[in-house]
């Protein structure tokens, strides 16, 4: 059984499919889309070893050929190294703007390749096959793509869209459980900006999520899918209420920045924490009551997800060094500091112009060093 999920944005729109077996059938659902029956599929070794030869097989016997490049797994590969060889590997199978790429991988993956596709000949069409929970609610929908700097996380990119998403569950059954547990930092986090109806869910169902529950997953992945496909058709470029889907981010972009973007804390690990610290900011500020910040906390401890500084390598940080980060976010605009806070669990709001002194003393009173 599948589910599709609609992107309207016009003539760009495109199917975000969520279910089982996919990957099986990534032929079928791919072969329509090609001008000519040759496409370029990128990946990580992880990902072909687990999953390659099914993908494989499948665009074989949809009369695809395949070339496959295979890049190395982790952060680091999300560089300008990184991009540098992936287009060079590119321009070298002699791909012309009317062929296909093909982003399968976790969000690493997704997020170069989405940016290579957005950059190779001024544009060529790409379509995401996640791999991972984080990848499947987040960033395979919506056409953010970017590489990391030394100055910043994604702050080099473009808005490229996919022509299509294929959201297989089964493959969540080979992830890690720290693979899970990020990907479920996304999911919550829908819940805290704007459903709080679904947090009650997740709090109730978080662990059959956990563990690669099918039925559990089915509706975590569509209910995130569908709340990321509203916003993106309201707000594509972030010029709005799409901002809220960055709940958690400005304290996590800076935790992730303070230790090197690798393996000591991934992403969603910092979002799990970014969220919490952003709730306690908001109830802090007088935004939300301490009630909502406790409950957010303890249903992300119940995923075994940092919440607190102290939690998070690296520490103690200096909430000097934190704060420069947070001065060079994506957000930030005119040198004034912006935060996605929240008055209660499911009602995110954009904070423009936060006051740094008071972003210091929160920081200070979490066990920052001054």
């Not at 030869?53 to 490049?69: C, F, H, P, Q, Y």
């Not at 680091?76 to 991988?105: C, H, N, P, Y």
């Not at 304290?251 to 969220?275: I, P, Q, R, S, T």
Request: aromatic content about 6%.
């Amino acid at each position: 059984m599948s589910r599709s999920i609609p992107v309207g944005l016009g003539a760009r729109a495109y199917e975000v499919v969520v279910g089982s077996g996919l990957i099986d059938r990534a032929g079928k659902h791919i072969a329509p889309l090609l001008k000519r029956p040759r496409i370029a599929v990128i990946t990580d070794t992880n990902v072909s070893d687990h999953h390659g030869e099914r993908l494989a097989v499948s665009l074989e016997k949809a009369g695809i050929a395949t070339d496959v490049l295979v890049v190395p797994p982790g952060e680091e590969t999300k560089s300008w190294e990184g991009l540098s060889m992936l287009s060079d590997q590119l321009l070298a199978l002699e791909l012309d703007r009317g062929d296909m790429i093909v982003a399968f991988g976790g969000g690493v993956v997704g997020d170069l390749v989405g940016f290579a596709a957005a950059i190779y000949k001024r544009g060529i069409d790409f379509i995401q096959i996640p791999t991972t929970l984080l990848a499947q609610v987040d960033s395979s929908v919506g056409g953010k793509t970017a590489i990391d700097t030394p100055r910043g996380k994604n702050l080099i990119g473009a808005f490229h869209q996919p022509r299509l998403v294929l959201a297989d569950l089964d493959v969540l059954a080979t992830l890690p459980e720290r693979e899970m547990r990020c990907g479920y930092a996304e999911v919550i986090k829908y819940g805290m900006l704007g459903d709080a109806a679904f947090f009650g869910w997740c709090e109730e169902h978080g662990c059959k999520v956990l563990h690669a529950d099918n039925a559990a997953l089915a509706h975590a992945v569509g209910r995130s899918v569908k709340m990321k496909a509203e916003i993106v058709e309201e707000d594509e470029r972030e010029a709005g209420r799409r901002a809220l889907l960055n709940l958690g981010h400005t304290f996590a972009h800076a935790l992730e920045a303070e230790n090197g973007y690798g393996e000591a804390l991934k992403h969603g690990e910092a979002v799990g924490a970014g969220c919490a610290l952003a709730f306690r900011f908001s109830a802090a500020l007088g935004h939300c009551s301490p009630a909502d910040a406790e409950r957010v906390e303890a249903a992300l401890r119940t995923a075994h997800l940092p919440t607190r500084l102290a939690d998070v390598p690296g520490h103690p940080f200096s909430a000097e060094r934190l704060i420069g980060h947070m001065a060079q976010d994506k957000k930030a605009e005119g040198g004034a500091l912006t935060f996605v806070l929240a008055r209660a669990i499911g009602e995110a709001f954009v904070a423009r112009g936060v006051p740094v002194e008071p972003l210091r003393a929160f920081l200070i009173a979490e066990g920052a060093e001054p």
